[in-house]
Nanobody, 124 residues
Framework: QVQLVESGGRLVQAGGSLRLSCAAS????????MGWFRRAPGKEREFVAA????????YYAGSVKGRFTISRDNAKNTVYLQMSSLKPEDTGVYYC?????????????????WGQGTQVTVSS
């Protein structure tokens, strides 16, 4: 079992940067793969980024590759999403997710633990 709490979402201008944090509870966090999904206005949830248990393997959606970086600090039970060169299309609610498996996946159905989400709004 793990509980996830996201933070860091706010209003930011296009071209700006923002870092989201996800604080996790539970002694098994370091063995979980983690991911970020988002839901834009009027759209279904979509995959953003994921990493394996150690952070040694990462995977990104094509729309964010080169702009976003996912990382984790297992000693602090925290996962991060560093976002740069933000676009209005990046606006949405961002969710931190976890799965009780060390290998990363990009399908939302593979993640059993979800945070409440944090709102990111990118203005034109």
């Amino acid at each position: 079992q793990v509980q996830l709490v996201e933070s860091g979402g706010r209003l930011v201008q296009a071209g700006g940067s923002l870092r989201l944090s996800c604080a996790a509870s539970g002694r098994t966090f370091s063995s979980y793969a983690m991911g970020w999904f988002r839901r834009a206005p009027g759209k279904e949830r979509e995959f953003v980024a994921a990493l394996n248990w150690s952070g040694g393997s990462t995977y990104y959606a094509g729309s964010v590759k080169g702009r976003f970086t996912i990382s984790r600090d297992n000693a602090k039970n925290t996962v991060y999403l560093q976002m740069s060169s933000l676009k209005p299309e990046d606006t949405g609610v961002y969710y931190c997710t976890g799965r009780n498996n060390p290998n990363l996946r990009y399908e939302w159905q593979e993640y059993e633990y979800w945070g409440q989400g944090t709102q990111v709004t990118v203005s034109s």
